[in-house]
């Protein structure tokens, strides 16, 4: 189980969420995708795929709008 | 500060400052507001029209002239920029739009001066930008005024309109995910 942290910060929606995309299917299942966001509109886009798609998902507030979105890939 | 301690555990802080307000009722709120802009100003809502008087008022004041402008040529056109800025109903809209997005990013204390990550990001801005007013002047309104109070107003434009966006936005994500992913 590894933990890999995806830098985004200073992206605009949707490239956190295409990238957060990309990088979970490199990992396994078990593995934890933490994704660093500062754009608002990620915090809804961002958990709401990662639920639909069945993963375990935690949004952690940084800072003043700074975000983790917490991602444990369950399938 | 124990006062924000307390105000950030607040139910009703969360919901209605905090959290993002469901889609719904952004939906049914806009729908109001466009009501209520037709009402009292005779105009439904419009966002980029008012940026292109802005940059007349603004080349008017370095002594630049637009009374030639076939843009500006119309009547209401015209008495808009005789008005002046502070009497242009579109003008205080798209200032309390600033305003009103300013507050709310820091009243849930969101707000963030965020880094450019590279210089493509700021050429894809501009370039963006550019097109974006370009292509809403000649085609004589945005995803507002076009788009949003062309259907409102059960005009087919918008519908058409519509249609056009879908497709740009369609190859605009395309080139989205080849430069900048």
């Known amino acids: 189980m590894k933990e890999v942290e995806l830098d985004c910060l200073g992206e605009a929606c949707p490239v956190p969420l295409v990238k957060a995309q990309k990088k979970i299917e490199e990992l396994e299942v078990g593995d934890v995708l933490i994704v660093q966001i500062d754009h608002s509109c990620a915090m809804k886009n961002l958990p709401e795929w990662a639920r639909e798609a069945g993963h375990n998902v935690e949004i952690e507030e940084i800072d003043d709008g700074e975000w983790e979105v917490i991602i444990e890939k369950v399938k | ?181």
Not at chain 2, 30 to 44: E, H, R, Y
């Open chain 2, 1 to 181: 500060m124990k006062v924000f301690d307390n105000l950030k555990k607040n139910h009703y802080y969360k919901i209605w400052f905090k959290d993002a307000w469901p889609y719904l009722t952004g939906a049914v709120l806009l729908s109001v507001f466009q009501i209520i802009t037709l009402a009292t100003t005779g105009n439904p809502w419009g966002v980029s029209g008012v940026l292109a008087n802005w940059g007349a008022w603004l080349y008017q004041a370095v002594g630049g002239t637009v009374d030639k402008w076939y843009y500006f040529a119309s009547e209401g056109a015209q008495r808009t920029l005789e008005n002046g800025f502070l009497k242009d109903p579109g003008t205080m809209r798209n200032l309390g739009i600033i305003l009103g997005a300013l507050f709310s990013a820091l009243i849930a204390s969101g707000f963030k001066i965020k880094k450019i990550k590279s210089w493509k990001q700021v050429v894809a801005a501009i370039l963006g930008g550019l097109l974006m007013g370009y292509g809403a002047r000649i085609g004589f309104g945005c995803n507002i005024g076009a788009l949003y109070s062309g259907i409102a107003s059960l005009s087919l434009s918008g519908w058409v309109y519509g249609a056009f966006l879908f497709i740009g936005a369609i190859i605009g994500s395309k080139l989205l995910v080849k430069y900048f992913m």
